[in-house]
């Protein structure tokens, strides 16, 4: 296991499993917020899966998002907007700890 956590591939798939578990979580709970708890698979895999990995996974959670906010609201209370604004934050966040974690690696050298 931990061989295959140490390759980047294997954190994007561990932040896609997890984003997937949130999507559901998010859609059972219907009008509440799960915002805040996407950023933590986000956030791991930016920090140990790399640049790639970050966009994909954050994309997906933005994705896993708007269709759990799709699916749990009415016709009348869903926003798209604000689904759109939810990814946008989720891709801010992956690429703030893609900057921070290049930052303190280059100062280490």
Do not use: C
Request: charged share 15%; glycine share 8%; net charge positive.
């Amino acid at each position: 296991m931990r061989k295959v956590l140490n390759t980047g591939q294997g954190w994007v798939t561990t932040g896609y499993i997890a984003v997937v578990a949130l999507g559901y979580v998010d859609y059972l709970t219907g009008d509440y917020s799960l915002l805040l708890f996407y950023l933590a698979p986000v956030s791991l895999v930016s920090w140990q899966g790399g640049a790639r990995g970050a966009i994909l996974v954050s994309l997906f959670a933005g994705l896993a998002r708007y269709l759990s906010d799709y699916y749990s609201h009415s016709a009348l209370t869903f926003k798209s907007l604000q689904s759109l604004e939810d990814t946008a934050l989720i891709v801010a966040v992956a690429f703030l700890v893609l900057v921070m974690k290049k930052m303190m690696t280059e100062s280490r050298v």
